[in-house]
């Protein structure tokens, strides 16, 4: 028994197979005696997989919250998953019938690419084939050098603001048709910031539901009175 979750999203039918692939970033070079291998560490996994979308109700869905969301709920999330540009957790459980946890993958990805098939002898539902890559966080690392109480030259390295997250968020985004406050969040935020950043825009904008929109209708991201050194105030980053 399989358990997979892409973000928030649990995927309701785990696929028959999946691929993890672990790149090699070894550098093989020449030399007069003959050739050697240098080796490195590991480049970044990639994994692949293909996904029922059901639009109608099957007994082996898994999904524990969702089992009566249909094919479009789940490409929304995945177009989400995409549009963020944020990295979210892929987590796989691996069980046995019994319950007994076999194992499990938890590991930070992007959403790289991803297609959708439909096809006539498969009746209403989609196929989704999915390609996730492995993501490191990285970012500049200020060092501050100083002499301590013994006259040595000490160095203090102090990381800069994750990479993870939009310092570029729009101060007003107009609401399309459909749109929700979630949705904006979702896609001016990312994934990680979005819902801790929700109750703060419902408040500034005083939305009372955050689920009903009205098409072009004027959402204030955040308090431009406070924004600083290029940082939206009001915001969570």
Known sequence: MYYMYLGTMQIPIPPETMRTKIRNRNKEISLIDGDINIIKDPGLTEIQFK??????????????????DRAASYI????????????????????TDGGQLLNMDNIQCTLEDYSLD????????????????QYREW???KITIDKDGNGNTVAKTESTRSTIGHAGCPGIVAA?????????CLKNFGMKLAYSNLP???????????AVLAAHQQVQMYDAKFKKGGIPGGVLY
């Open 51 to 68: 996904i029922l979308l059901p639009n109608q109700a099957y007994p082996f869905n898994q999904s524990m919250l969702n089992q009566f």
């Open 176 to 184: 399309k048709e459909g749109d929700t406050l979630q949705t904006i």
């Open 200 to 210: 703060i825009v419902k408040k500034l904008n005083k939305i009372a539901i955050p």
């Open 76 to 95: 929304d999330q995945l177009e989400q998953l995409k549009q963020s540009q944020d990295p979210f957790r892929f987590i796989m459980v691996r069980m």
């Open 118 to 133: 439909e096809d006539a002898r498969e009746g209403y539902d989609f196929y989704a084939n999915i390609e996730l890559k």
């Open 139 to 141: 970012g500049a690392k």
